[in-house]
């Protein structure tokens, strides 16, 4: 850029051209730095939900091979795993792509023309701010509505994976480990699709282990969930204190693994599974000291994460914006930016486990959403870059 692009900036006519905006509360320039910070959000936040995406599909699929599920059950885990990190991973990709457009456009001297028209560090602000508030409000649905329901859902189909044992009883040929202390084997299927060659161990009371074979046998899917129907076998028990061992022969023989189903109904809740009010307004045997207090730092984590989105931004852009506009001290500013953003983040998460324990510790949470606003307020309105001194560019220089 060289000095009569700044001279033409800062004629009147140029000034003009961003007086009309595409929003009625943004003139064009204003608008212009708008979508460039969105759009950057939108890619770091892609990239970042790619790697935690990657990170937790190992799990899930080990969760979804091991237990005989399908490719749409993978896809549906990985769908709903998505809202619970997001809250999470919004205020960073906002500081993320806050951080990268100013810098392009220092490096660019962009930001050099605007000031030089006569945008200072708050007017420069503005933009990232009102995609920190859109974020934000983003983030508060996704972490007041969104994820309970999506964690509740997530925790369902994960026992609905494991309990699924029929799968597990359909394979031959290999012993199959339903549940601790439980394995099943068949040799083969039969040409009427029966299974050949079965045999059961039961070791879940070690004092009394018990073993079934048989010489065939089949699934059937009852009210109370997969029941094996084992013909011709023997039922083996032996008593580990006295050493008897028992025998039963049977000509059929009903074996009953609904009672292996974890019961996901009558489970206890995680908090991150629980709507707003439920959090707010425990009942029942949900309203322990120990258990009140967890719901109690899960609300208020929901309440204050979401708005860290409008204090991360403030914060990169009191750094980057404030001061002179050197290429050469632009990296110390976002290192310095990052840094603060990771440690309030780290530091949050903290005091979340802390509030279980003592709920004294809830306002800190609102300390680091709230206290570095003032602070970065203040030092973006106060600062005051010099504008360059521009010299008339002589006719035919």
Not at 225 to 232: I, S
Not at 329 to 350: N, P, Q, W
Request: proline share 5%.
């Amino acid at each position: 850029m060289n000095r009569s692009s700044l001279d033409i900036c800062c004629k009147p006519e140029y000034k003009a051209t961003y007086t009309a905006g595409k929003l009625p509360f943004m003139n064009r320039v204003s608008f212009y730095l708008f979508r460039q910070i969105l759009l950057s959000v939108l890619f770091s936040c892609l990239a970042l939900t790619i790697v935690i995406w990657f990170s937790q599909s190992i799990k899930l699929l080990a969760l979804v091979i091991n237990n005989g599920g399908t490719l749409w059950s993978f896809i549906k885990l990985m769908l709903l795993i998505l809202p619970t990190f997001l809250p999470l991973v919004l205020p960073l990709s906002l500081m993320v792509g806050a951080l990268f457009v100013y810098h392009r456009m220092i490096m660019e001297s962009e930001l050099v023309v605007m000031q030089a028209s006569g945008m200072g560090p708050m007017t420069l602000t503005m933009p990232a701010f009102y995609v920190g508030i859109v974020v934000a409000l983003i983030g508060y649905a996704l972490s007041t509505y969104i994820a309970p329901i999506a964690n509740h859902e997530l925790v369902r189909l994960q026992y609905q994976i494991r309990d699924d044992h029929s799968v597990l009883l359909l394979r031959t040929g290999s012993f199959n480990d339903i549940k601790d202390g439980l394995t099943f084997y068949a040799h083969e299927r039969g040409h009427e699709g029966q299974m050949l060659g079965i045999l059961i161990h039961d070791t879940r009371k070690p004092e009394k282990p018990v073993t079934i074979m048989s010489e065939s046998g089949e699934l059937i899917h009852g009210a109370h969930g997969p029941q094996v129907l084992v013909k011709n076998g023997v039922r083996q028990d032996v008593d580990r204190k006295t050493g008897n061992l028992s025998q039963l022969s049977f000509d059929s023989y009903m074996v009953d693994l609904g009672a292996l189903d974890d019961n996901f109904s009558s489970r206890w809740r995680e908090p991150r599974e629980r709507m707003m009010d439920e959090l707010i307004n425990p009942s029942g045997a949900d309203a322990t000291p120990q258990t009140t207090r967890r719901f109690l730092a899960e609300f208020h984590m929901r309440m204050t994460m979401p708005f860290l989105a409008i204090t991360f931004v403030l914060i990169s852009c009191m750094f980057i914006l404030t001061g002179s506009f050197d290429r050469r001290g632009i990296t110390r500013k976002i290192i310095l930016a990052a840094a603060t953003v990771i440690i309030l983040e780290a530091a949050m998460l903290s005091i979340v486990n802390m509030i279980a324990k003592h709920t004294g510790f809830v306002i800190g949470l609102y300390l680091i959403a709230l206290a570095p606003l003032p602070v970065a307020l203040h030092r973006l309105s106060q600062d005051k870059v010099p504008r360059p001194a521009l010299k008339p560019v002589a006719a035919g220089g």
